[in-house]
């Protein structure tokens, strides 16, 4: 997958600096070749001898080795790789790339580089959601530099949440997409997501409680895999993905838009938790109260099925059409049976009802259903989900 691909990787000085010596040996398996630079700090975690043995090759250190200047200058050091690999970015090594600060070997190449750079950060909980790491990063994304993870997780320090690197899968992942070698580069994948909220009135509406955390981290799961994505998005809790073009809607009518604008595509997935209705007698100016103590009588309209519509397509209909049933009760029977109405080749299903925390929460419990019959996976992060299926869909579209 990464044949021919040249590697500059650059390890920071943290406790995921462990995860490099794996990443250099599966980087290698997968075809790169692997050039290490390793920060002073890195040394404290992991030996130069340990990273130079896995790479096959020298390690470089320090901004002013006479030998290595003489051999191949730090310019060009920084300019014979495909891709610049940070694992870990730690805090410090991210400010200074926002600074553009260049005082050691490490970040002289990644201010010096005329090629992506792609981060993969880890640190302390508190420190990952600082404010001033938050700032950098979003300079960084800014500038065009490309992440993967962090996730949530227990930590090396005994505190658990968003800071702990991405595993070294997903980081190949990742280093395949921003090479344009993932397995749907190329791939044109639409995803919906988030509620819809539908007007009462000009300062009241109807939603419900999905939150986009399953459509954002597909849509960012496909990212990963090389694919371009529309992500067509209602109003939801969680932040689209980097690296994705964003459609932010607000009714189910204007998500409907935004999916045809955004065909043809070679998949679709519908995670949105669209409303079934709209308040057909919505008011131009807010409601009032008019003293008789009768509330005002809400009239409902059917909203367009944007999963069916497109599953019905004669021309032009996506090869793969998933759709997600979110279920309270006799999920697969419920799941099956709406899979044949919407006219979809697959459905992921679920059990929300709320003893299972599902809506909202971080986790997911889904089973895939498809023409030849139900697949119940365990249950895993809503990530984790995310990353099985955008693979099944990749290979979907590769069978
Ligand atoms: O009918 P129900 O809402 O249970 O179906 C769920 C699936 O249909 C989801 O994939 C959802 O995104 C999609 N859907 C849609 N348009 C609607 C209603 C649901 O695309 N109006």
Same mark, same amino acid.
């Given at each position: 997958?990464?044949?021919?691909?040249?590697?500059?990787?650059?390890?920071? =000085?943290?406790?995921?600096?462990? @995860?490099?010596?794996?990443?250099? +040996?599966?980087?290698?398996?997968?075809?790169? &070749?692997?050039?290490?630079?390793?920060?002073?700090?890195?040394? &404290?975690?992991?030996?130069?001898?340990?990273?130079?043995?896995?790479?096959?090759?020298?390690?470089? +250190?320090?901004?002013?080795?006479? *030998?290595?200047?003489?051999?191949?200058?730090?310019?060009?050091?920084?300019?014979?790789?495909?891709?610049?690999?940070?694992?870990?970015? *730690?805090?410090?090594?991210?400010?200074?790339?926002?600074?553009?600060?260049?005082?050691?070997?490490?970040?002289?190449?990644?201010?010096?580089?005329?090629?992506?750079?792609?981060?993969?950060?880890?640190?302390?909980?508190?420190?990952?959601?600082?404010?001033?790491?938050?700032?950098?990063?979003?300079?960084?994304?800014?500038?065009?530099?490309?992440?993967?993870?962090?996730?949530?997780?227990?930590?090396?320090?005994?505190?658990?949440? #968003?800071?702990?690197?991405?595993?070294?899968?997903?980081?190949?992942?990742?280093? =395949?997409?921003?090479?344009?070698? =993932?397995?749907?580069?190329?791939?044109?994948?639409?995803?919906?997501?988030? #509620?819809?909220?539908?007007?009462?009135?000009?300062?009241?509406?109807?939603?419900? +409680?999905? /939150? =986009?955390?399953?459509?954002?981290?597909? %849509?960012?799961?496909?990212?990963?895999?090389?694919?371009?994505?529309?992500?067509?998005?209602?109003?939801?809790?969680?932040?689209?993905?980097?690296?994705? &073009?964003?459609?932010?809607?607000?009714?189910?009518?204007?998500?409907?838009?935004?999916?045809?604008?955004?065909?043809?595509?070679?998949? %679709?997935?519908?995670?949105?938790?669209?409303?079934?209705?709209?308040?057909?007698?919505?008011?131009?100016?807010?409601?009032?109260?008019?003293? /008789?103590?009768?509330?005002?009588?809400?009239?409902?309209? &059917?909203?367009?099925?944007?999963?069916?519509?497109? /599953?019905?397509?004669?021309?032009?209909?996506?090869?793969?059409?998933?759709?997600?049933?979110?279920? *309270?009760?006799?999920?697969?029977?419920?799941? *099956?049976?709406?899979?044949?109405? @919407?006219?979809?080749?697959?459905?992921?299903?679920?059990?929300?009802?709320?003893?299972?925390?599902?809506?909202?929460?971080?986790?997911?419990?889904?089973?895939?259903?498809?023409?030849?019959?139900?697949?119940?996976? #365990?249950?895993?992060?809503?990530?984790?989900?995310?990353?099985?299926?955008?693979? +099944?869909?990749?290979?979907?579209?590769?069978?």
């Amino acid at each position: 997958m990464l044949t021919g691909k040249k590697i500059l990787l650059i390890i920071g =000085g943290g406790i995921a600096a462990y @995860k490099a010596l794996d990443l250099i +040996r599966r980087a290698r398996d997968a075809g790169a &070749e692997v050039v290490p630079v390793m920060t002073r700090a890195a040394e &404290e975690f992991v030996t130069p001898l340990s990273v130079s043995a896995l790479a096959g090759t020298k390690v470089y +250190r320090d901004l002013f080795d006479l *030998t290595d200047e003489a051999e191949m200058g730090h310019i060009q050091l920084s300019r014979a790789a495909d891709l610049l690999v940070v694992v870990p970015a *730690t805090a410090d090594l991210m400010a200074k790339m926002a600074g553009g600060q260049a005082n050691d070997l490490a970040s002289t190449l990644l201010l010096a580089t005329d090629k992506r750079v792609l981060l993969a950060p880890a640190m302390n909980v508190r420190m990952w959601t600082h404010p001033a790491t938050q700032r950098n990063l979003a300079t960084l994304r800014g500038d065009g530099v490309l992440t993967v993870g962090p996730g949530d997780g227990v930590m090396a320090c005994g505190e658990f949440g #968003p800071g702990r690197m991405a595993e070294v899968p997903e980081i190949l992942a990742a280093i =395949g997409a921003a090479l344009g070698a =993932g397995p749907l580069a190329g791939k044109h994948v639409l995803v919906t997501s988030g #509620p819809t909220h539908e007007p009462i009135d000009p300062v009241r509406y109807i939603a419900n +409680r999905s /939150s =986009g955390a399953q459509g954002t981290a597909l %849509a960012a799961a496909l990212r990963d895999l090389g694919a371009r994505v529309s992500f067509v998005t209602g109003p939801a809790s969680v932040p689209p993905p980097a690296g994705v &073009e964003v459609i932010r809607v607000e009714t189910a009518r204007e998500m409907q838009a935004a999916v045809t604008a955004a065909l043809p595509a070679d998949a %679709a997935v519908f995670a949105a938790a669209v409303a079934d209705w709209q308040v057909l007698n919505a008011g131009a100016q807010k409601l009032k109260k008019d003293g /008789s103590g009768r509330a005002p009588a809400l009239e409902f309209g &059917e909203n367009p099925d944007i999963l069916a519509g497109v /599953s019905r397509m004669t021309t032009g209909r996506p090869a793969l059409v998933v759709g997600f049933a979110a279920e *309270t009760e006799t999920v697969v029977e419920h799941a *099956t049976a709406k899979r044949a109405r @919407k006219g979809c080749d697959w459905i992921v299903a679920n059990d929300v009802s709320p003893a299972t925390g599902i809506m909202g929460g971080a986790e997911n419990a889904v089973t895939l259903i498809t023409g030849a019959g139900a697949e119940s996976w #365990p249950r895993m992060g809503k990530d984790a989900v995310a990353r099985q299926l955008a693979a +099944r869909i990749a290979a979907a579209l590769n069978g």
